[in-house]
């Protein structure tokens, strides 16, 4: 009787002790691999880089030629270093195909097979050095822009083609203010590296095709959204964003 007693003790003691440990492995031993798609983000981007011009255009918003240019530019002039894991291009594709599409931390981490930390901490360098550009090719000479055509000030097809180019300034992201400052300059910087390099803007094309009623349309709810309860956060960010651009 007393060995039954015994037998039952150690068992429940054995199991007290088994229970923590089978727990601690299957937490933080054991884990089922996550990133781990046949096809990686780099082979997906390769893929792009060597086929139709359409589809590097359709992900990233430029041409091969221009996507190419823009990696050797960022790393030898602005300091954009890649990693063992990552190179420059991967890094670059994950920053654009951001920007153009305006998608979210996870659906990055499905497409390119890295983890969120890995995707946030990388656009946040690339953000960095693609800011630093922006103080070469889009600072203007007269802070009071006497030198710019009327037909330009006045073009109500700009900031539509702006926002379809680049979808994340539809839809941005719950950055820090801050940080959202630095993705519109990133944005403008881009298009004008685009626009001196590209031997086309597809966008821009098809914005001089708008019919009236689109355009006109596309002005009205710009004006909506001037005169709406958000005018003068507007209003704040593009005075921080002209100090930013004519900071040193």
Known sequence: MDMAVDD???FKLLCTCACPIMYYYWRYIHK???????????????????????????MFRMDKDVFFRLCNDLETNYGLRGSRRMSVIEILGIFLHILGHGVGNRLVQERFQHSGETVSRYFGQVLDVVCRMAMDIIKPQDSDFRDIPEEILTDSRYMPHFKKKWKILKTMPNFSFDKQVKIVIATMALHNYI??????????????????????????????????????????????????????
């Open 195 to 248: 626009k001196r390099h590209a031997q086309r803007d597809r966008h821009f094309e098809e914005s001089k095709n708008y019919q009236n009623e689109g355009t006109e349309e596309e002005m009205d709810e710009e004006s909506q959204e001037t005169n709406g309860p958000g005018s003068q956060e507007i209003e704040v960010l593009r005075n921080q964003i002209t100090a930013s651009l004519m900071g040193d």
């Open 32 to 58: 089922e691999p996550c990133m781990n798609s046949i096809q990686s983000g780099n082979m997906w981007l390769m893929e792009l880089l060597q086929g139709n011009e359409s589809r590097c255009y359709t």
């Open 8 to 10: 039952d003790n150690e």
